[in-house]
């Protein structure tokens, strides 16, 4: 019996590895450094990865209304008997009812419905489309299924390889195992070979209809009308200004004034959004005819305006006057109120693990180190928080001595200057005094930077640029707060260019210190925060960044990114510095030198 056990396994375990060789090798071409593009190939659905998707696994066959619920009991045992329904938890103008001690319903107007009435209506039942997605229409029977090749319609259950051809444009389908490839003629491209030569798209690409329907990473876009996106909390048809690109596709569209084409897209049960894999269309000098006079060139200090970087252009556009006054000097009256970032624009996309939007994390710094007295160029090493104009805290690991420190503040992006940026030097950092870094965890993880100023003003306040309050009271288990930064994703080891945000909740000490989780190794100075289901986590590079949680409707930074076993794993969840324990630090150090 163990021996046909054994035997099974042993056939299991090569059949696997052959597979898995057998992708890899499929996948790279000839050169040992797989290029961008082929790097994107990793990220597409492929067959294998469709049948693992969770988001299908929890769906199929599943008519059980309520979902998410058995993953996240463990918090509503963990709440604090008071307050479920402080703030309300219930979206959608949902009713909230304590329920017992410890929990909560909405009452959900029609037509949403969910814990907390976070779902749309209800044509799209919950594995209706089984390994498709289900999009809604606007006649009956009101939802349509748009499957996941090779899965078939009407139901997306039946699989077929390449039969009815799925390639266009006279592309080859190409079997694969359980996979296809399309082989695209010359200048067509795009995992069906549906974006053509000539698919490009001007300036922000507002008015760009081209047919691309892949994120910059490879990932799949959804339709415009998936009632995943509904489901999330957002309605793109009403809340973008510039509606008319959209529709029941799938394509890359900028509805929103963004730097260009952009779609969201599904990991897991996340959902998440990104630029596109669109290309700019050739400059329209080219096309100069012969006979035309070509005026005589600029004087060489003017910049020509074909020079200026599209995104440098729509964000000036999009960004409002800042409220430094006409002489550049700091008025007195800054920084007068913390935690209230830029107000959203109603279509703000913030969901786990989003780009942050303009001044959505104004108190968000990047801290960069360099070798004392070298030449090199300052690199991103750690978050911080901007507290006041001249201090921002972070993680008591986050600071090495003989090197120099600047922070930049007001900024989303690491790898361009952007206009709203404010890059300030490192005067001095205090470290706690009791900070310890052992092989089992880091004690008193936290540090102060003092930042180059006159007369008490370093930073400025801007839309871009604002304090987060400090913490005065322990918050309840159970609340959802929020991490950001620079670190590393799932999709890259080196970190995120773009600033992202996502949500997590914050964990109960005794839960975290069970044998399984962390046992004994955690003490005051630290807390637990995010799913132990694990997913949504920070990690290497977010160190010294913020977790901040509201109080009536005001950010303050309860946390700062500590450590972690690995990152995102299952019972393994995000270590913050518990921040309430050093208020009193804070404002010793801050006020002995002002
Ligand atoms: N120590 C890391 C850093 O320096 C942060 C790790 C956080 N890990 C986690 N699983 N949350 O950036």
Redesign the pocket.
Known sequence: MNLKLLFFCLVFAVLLIQSKAKRKHGHRGSSSRPDKREMREKKRMRFEDILADIFFAETVDDEDEDDDQGNSDWIFDLQDPDGQCNPNPCLNNGVCKEKGRRNFKCDCPKPFRGRKCEKGPKACRRGRCGRGECVLTSSPPYYECKCKEPFQPPDCRRVSLCEPNPCKNGGQCIREGNDFDCQCPEGFRGRFCHVGPDDCYVDDGETYRGLVSETEDGFECLYWNSHFILEKGADPFSSFEDKDGLGPHNFCRNPDGEQMPWCFYRRGRRLLWDYCDVTPCPEPTNVVPTDFVIPDPPPTSAKPSTAQPTTVTTQTTQVPPTDVTSTGVAEPQQFLTCGVPQPKKSFARIFGGLKVSPGGIPWQVSIQEKPKNSLLPYRHI?GGVLVSSCWVLT?A??IEKNKALQVVAGSLSLDKVEPTAQTIEVENSIVHENYRDTSEA?FNDIALLRLKGNDGFCANETQFVKTACLPDVKLSDGMECTIS?W?ATESSDYGSNHLLEADVLLINQEKCSEPKIYGSVLDNSMFCA?YLQGGV????????GPLTCKQNSTSVVYGL?????????KN????YTRVTEFRNWIKSKMQASP
């Open positions: 750690c993680a690991h986050c880091v930064g670190g995010g986590d920070s990690c290497q590079g977010d160190s010294g990114v500590s450590w972690g076993d690995k990152c995102g794993a393994k969840p995000g270590v």
